[in-house]
């Protein structure tokens, strides 16, 4: 069953204004572009190849983001409930996305334009903090995933993982698109945990 709107708005207002205090009339500006969303499993929200336009909250269901390259899928990300997804970097220029998101189970989101976020940047000073604020939050989330495949062995991206706070992943997302997301087969994954298990 759907969310009705108003509990969608207000979860939504609830989780921006962690990055910025809103008034009343800034989140009015934004009310009238939001749209509740059904997503069947596996629909795709952002495609790879296509400019991303819309900027979704995940109000339901779980999503994966992922490159593919020659033929083979790379899971960069998973995203859960009160999480915003979207091409953001495809959005920002203008350019094809480089990347895929895709449902991972039934759900909905709500959604709404990047263009009318980059009008209400210019228009509210709340608004403009923040979008500094959130891409500052997607720069430290992008360091983070660069270092741990960089730094990290496989055995370390997956403790990593069990420490990472946030229990959706090894709880929700089936075992093959977390052995993609840590960079191993699911063999490799299941020695993985088999190891850690014993040395707990």
Known sequence: MLPSFPEAALRLRQHLTQFVPLSDEDWSLLVPHLRLVPLARHAVFTEQGRVATEVGFVL?????????????????????????????????????????????????????????????FGQRMAWQEFGRRF???????????????????????????????????????????IANFLGVTAVSLSRIRNRTSRGQ
């Open 60 to 120: 339901e269901g779980m999503f994966r983001q992922y490159y593919t390259k020659d033929g083979e899928e790379r899971t960069s990300y998973f995203f859960f409930e009160d999480q915003l997804i979207g091409g953001y970097f495809s959005s920002l220029t203008g350019r094809p996305s480089l990347v895929t998101i895709e449902a991972l189970s039934a759900g909905c989101c709500l959604t709404f334009p990047y263009a009318v976020l980059v009008d209400l």
């Open 135 to 177: 891409a500052e939050y997607l720069a430290v989330g992008l360091e983070e995933r660069m270092v741990s495949l960089l730094l990290l062995s496989p055995a370390e991206r997956y403790e990593a993982l069990l420490v990472s706070g946030n229990p959706n992943i090894l709880a929700r997302v089936p075992q093959h698109y």
